[in-house]
């Protein structure tokens, strides 16, 4: 099955790319760029509905992952 990337989400990546080079560019670690694009994005969220759930989808990343095998 082939699946289609919309070529918006990549232009989308290449934007926060950006954003992290740079501000590694200013001192900043990897995780701390990362970390403010995070908190400043959530900020940024009006609808109060909205922000909770990218919370919780956060929040499932963070998760630790089992490993079965």
Do not use: H, W, Y
């Amino acid at each position: 099955m082939k699946t289609t990337i919309d070529p918006r989400q990549t232009q989308a990546r290449e934007i926060i790319e950006d954003a992290i080079r740079r501000l590694r560019a200013m001192g900043m670690t990897a995780d701390g760029a990362a970390s403010l694009l995070c908190i400043q994005g959530a900020l940024r969220v009006e609808d109060m509905a909205k922000r909770k759930s990218n919370v919780k989808t956060v929040a499932q990343f963070a998760e630790d992952v089992v490993d079965d095998a």
